[in-house]
């Protein structure tokens, strides 16, 4: 059947839930949530305590787009099986996208880990949560732990190239365990920057102004007028962004996480201040000489200040992380659209590093001693193993300035060891041809709106979480758990494995009802993990084993299985 939607009322029914869910599972893996989610519902309708369906309707909502409609079929999923880890996995998952809901997402993810330590989705989970706020520490221990359990897995290995790389989410000011509503702390971001932005730019604009005035047309008081006119013009517009920021209390965290955001505000506040002080020291009269060193300050603080900390940003983005690690990661999982994407930006990023090494060395061995320049052939030596470890061929782009920069470390090489001006020339100006490079191709990503060469098109990869089949406990199972004479508990406490009789009862939903001891209670809040026996309440030729997450509720414990294991005992009916 080609589409879910088309499917008449004999075909729905003659499926069962369990194979509706599989046709969910299999849309999903396909790119297809909106089929999925009418797959996911018609088995729900034909079993409403699936908690498998409802975890897949939720899935799907999330693909949709719909991160608030997830969450309520999530926690049906849960409270069908409170036991399940899959089904928690799934709701820190969804509760994680909705505001001031994450202190309950992070509670979701550990129990997750607590009930299926052995699996590598709910340490996947706890990574992600970490890198999102920035916790790279965490993030790349968890991720190593999950590659422990399943070395392919791909999420865990993209994520923790980016953890590698020491990645932000853009925007990096905000932190998604604040309950603030995420539109609040984008608006006072954009306020701050605005204000820091048109007050160095407006500053920068007078002083040159202020200085043409003075200088080419003799008009030095008219022109520190019109600097006090501008600095008049900066009260409405600081009054104005302020007045868009409705989080003040978050400021200070907001710079704490956005360095970058707080280097700007402060590079506007001592340039306005810069330029008051250059205006006022400029009309005071009298003022010896000896101050222009320090007018000639005040100005290019003003003038420079912007420029010059762009640079510094480039320069410490470049050299942030560990690319080449996180390339080698990006490289194990070629076939993950995220991995080739994280991939391209990593090698524009080796790349940068290449060459913000080879202008200094250049240049210094221009000025000291051109012999010096012979160590540039060493310098691309990273790039290329990088280049070649990623066999990424993608970006033609790429290609090309990476060819550039080699030549200008051999150029300049050549021209150093054996005083050829030309071989100098060549060099130098593939050094400038691979900037130009680079430009065009941001331009060209910036233009066409897909990823450029820059750190803010790295990508977390979100594969869909939580759609692992819950455990099916055919009729014999149920029957044997709902007739047997007598049901085993075996748990651990303190002094080891105990094990102790039970009553036992089957839900529509798989869950086994125990009504246990006092000490069983007690011992399974510190480890949940049990295992329940019965046998086969009619001939006794067969025993069930259920292992599961023991769950207190009320007077009662709610197993949810994790494996089922059958077996025969031996006796006259395995000979007939």
């Given at each position: 059947?080609?589409?879910?939607?088309?499917?008449?009322?004999?075909?729905?029914?003659?499926?069962?839930?369990?194979?509706?869910?599989?046709?969910?599972?299999?849309?999903?893996?396909?790119?297809?949530?909106?089929?999925?989610?009418?797959?996911?519902?018609?088995?729900?309708?034909?079993?409403?305590?699936?908690?498998?369906?409802?975890?897949?309707?939720?899935?799907?909502?999330?693909?949709?787009?719909?991160d608030?409609?997830?969450?309520?079929?999530?926690?049906?999923?849960?409270?069908?099986?409170?036991?399940?880890?899959?089904?928690?996995?799934?709701?820190?998952?969804?509760?994680?996208?909705?505001?001031?809901?994450?202190?309950?997402?992070?509670?979701?993810?550990?129990?997750?880990r607590?009930?299926?330590?052995?699996?590598?989705?709910?340490?996947?989970?706890?990574?992600?949560?970490?890198?999102?706020?920035?916790?790279?520490a965490?993030?790349?221990?968890?991720?190593?732990?999950?590659?422990?359990?399943?070395?392919?897995?791909?999420?865990?290995?993209?994520?923790?190239?980016l953890?590698?790389?020491?990645?932000?989410r853009?925007?990096?000011?905000?932190?998604?365990?604040?309950?603030?509503?995420?539109?609040e702390?984008?608006?006072?971001?954009?306020?701050?920057?605005?204000?820091?932005?048109?007050?160095?730019?407006?500053?920068?604009?007078?002083?040159?102004?202020?200085?043409?005035?003075?200088?080419?047309?003799?008009?030095?008081?008219?022109?520190?007028?019109?600097?006090?006119?501008?600095?008049?013009?900066?009260?409405?517009?600081t009054?104005?962004?302020?007045r868009?920021?409705?989080?003040?209390?978050?400021?200070?965290?907001?710079?704490?996480?956005?360095?970058?955001?707080?280097?700007?505000?402060?590079?506007?506040?001592?340039?306005?201040?810069?330029f008051?002080?250059?205006?006022?020291?400029?009309?005071?009269?009298?003022?010896?000489?000896?101050?222009?060193?320090l007018?000639?300050?005040?100005?290019?603080?003003?003038?420079?200040?912007?420029?010059?900390?762009?640079?510094v940003?480039?320069?410490?983005?470049?050299?942030?992380?560990?690319?080449?690690?996180?390339?080698?990661?990006?490289?194990?999982?070629?076939?993950?659209?995220?991995?080739?994407?994280?991939?391209?930006?990593?090698?524009?990023?080796?790349?940068?590093?290449?060459?913000?090494?080879?202008?200094?060395?250049?240049?210094?061995?221009?000025?000291?001693?051109?012999?010096?320049?012979?160590?540039?052939?060493?310098?691309?030596?990273?790039?290329?193993?990088?280049?070649?470890?990623?066999?990424?061929?993608?970006?033609?782009?790429?290609?090309?300035?990476?060819?550039?920069?080699?030549?200008?470390?051999a150029?300049?090489?050549?021209?150093?060891?054996?005083?050829?001006?030309?071989?100098?020339?060549?060099?130098?100006?593939?050094?400038?041809?691979?900037?130009?490079v680079?430009?065009?191709?941001?331009?060209?990503?910036?233009?066409?709106?897909?990823?450029?060469?820059?750190?803010?098109s790295?990508?977390?990869?979100?594969?869909?979480?939580?759609?692992?089949?819950?455990?099916?406990?055919?009729?014999?199972?149920?029957?044997?758990?709902?007739y047997?004479?007598?049901?085993?508990?075996?748990?651990?406490?303190?002094?080891?494995?105990?094990?102790?009789?039970?009553?036992?009862?089957?839900?529509?939903?798989?869950?086994?009802?125990?009504?246990?001891?006092?000490?069983?209670?007690?011992?399974?809040?510190?480890?949940?993990?049990?295992?329940?026996?019965?046998?086969?309440?009619?001939?006794?030729?067969?025993?069930?084993?259920?292992?599961?997450?023991?769950?207190?509720?009320?007077?009662?414990?709610?197993?949810?299985?994790?494996?089922?294991?059958?077996?025969?005992?031996?006796?006259?009916?395995?000979?007939?």
């Amino acid at each position: 059947m080609d589409s879910v939607g088309t499917a008449d009322s004999a075909d729905r029914t003659d499926r069962s839930p369990r194979e509706w869910c599989e046709e969910a599972v299999a849309r999903l893996r396909t790119g297809h949530p909106d089929t999925a989610l009418e797959a996911a519902r018609l088995a729900a309708d034909l079993e409403p305590a699936n908690e498998w369906a409802y975890r897949l309707i939720s899935l799907a909502l999330e693909r949709q787009g719909r991160d608030a409609d997830a969450v309520a079929p999530a926690e049906h999923a849960v409270s069908l099986a409170q036991g399940s880890w899959p089904a928690r996995l799934r709701l820190g998952t969804a509760l994680r996208r909705v505001p001031g809901r994450w202190a309950e997402a992070v509670e979701q993810a550990a129990l997750a880990r607590r009930y299926a330590p052995e699996e590598a989705d709910p340490h996947v989970l706890h990574g992600d949560q970490a890198l999102l706020r920035a916790e790279h520490a965490p993030a790349e221990r968890a991720y190593l732990t999950a590659l422990d359990r399943d070395p392919a897995h791909p999420q865990a290995r993209v994520n923790l190239g980016l953890t590698l790389l020491r990645w932000d989410r853009f925007p990096a000011h905000r932190d998604p365990a604040w309950p603030i509503d995420p539109r609040e702390s984008g608006r006072a971001r954009r306020a701050l920057e605005v204000w820091s932005r048109q007050s160095r730019l407006l500053v920068a604009l007078a002083t040159i102004a202020v200085v043409v005035a003075a200088l080419a047309f003799d008009r030095g008081r008219e022109g520190r007028l019109g600097g006090l006119v501008v600095l008049v013009l900066l009260v409405p517009i600081t009054l104005r962004q302020a007045r868009r920021v409705t989080v003040w209390s978050y400021v200070p965290a907001m710079l704490g996480r956005d360095p970058w955001l707080g280097a700007a505000l402060a590079s506007a506040a001592v340039s306005v201040a810069a330029f008051a002080a250059w205006l006022t020291l400029g009309a005071l009269p009298g003022m010896p000489s000896a101050f222009d060193p320090l007018w000639a300050a005040l100005a290019g603080i003003v003038v420079l200040g912007w420029p010059v900390s762009a640079a510094v940003r480039v320069l410490a983005e470049l050299w942030r992380g560990s690319p080449l690690r996180a390339l080698a990661q990006f490289a194990r999982v070629p076939a993950e659209r995220t991995a080739r994407r994280n991939g391209g930006v990593a090698l524009w990023i080796v790349l940068g590093r290449t060459w913000s090494v080879l202008v200094p060395l250049v240049c210094g061995a221009l000025a000291v001693e051109p012999r010096a320049a012979v160590l540039a052939v060493a310098v691309p030596y990273p790039m290329l193993a990088s280049y070649r470890r990623a066999r990424y061929g993608e970006d033609g782009w790429l290609a090309v300035a990476t060819g550039l920069v080699v030549l200008a470390s051999a150029a300049c090489a050549a021209g150093g060891l054996l005083g050829l001006v030309w071989a100098w020339r060549a060099g130098l100006g593939a050094l400038c041809a691979a900037v130009v490079v680079f430009a065009l191709r941001a331009a060209r990503a910036w233009w066409r709106g897909g990823p450029g060469p820059w750190r803010a098109s790295l990508i977390m990869c979100d594969l869909p979480t939580g759609d692992t089949p819950s455990v099916a406990l055919t009729p014999e199972i149920r029957q044997a758990f709902a007739y047997a004479r007598s049901v085993v508990l075996s748990f651990g406490d303190s002094l080891g494995p105990r094990v102790v009789g039970t009553a036992a009862t089957v839900t529509p939903s798989g869950e086994l009802r125990l009504v246990p001891e006092p000490q069983a209670r007690a011992a399974v809040e510190a480890d949940p993990r049990v295992a329940v026996f019965a046998a086969d309440p009619l001939q006794r030729r067969f025993w069930v084993e259920v292992r599961g997450i023991a769950v207190a509720d009320a007077d009662l414990l709610r197993v949810t299985p994790k494996q089922v294991l059958m077996g025969e005992f031996p006796g006259r009916h395995q000979r007939r």
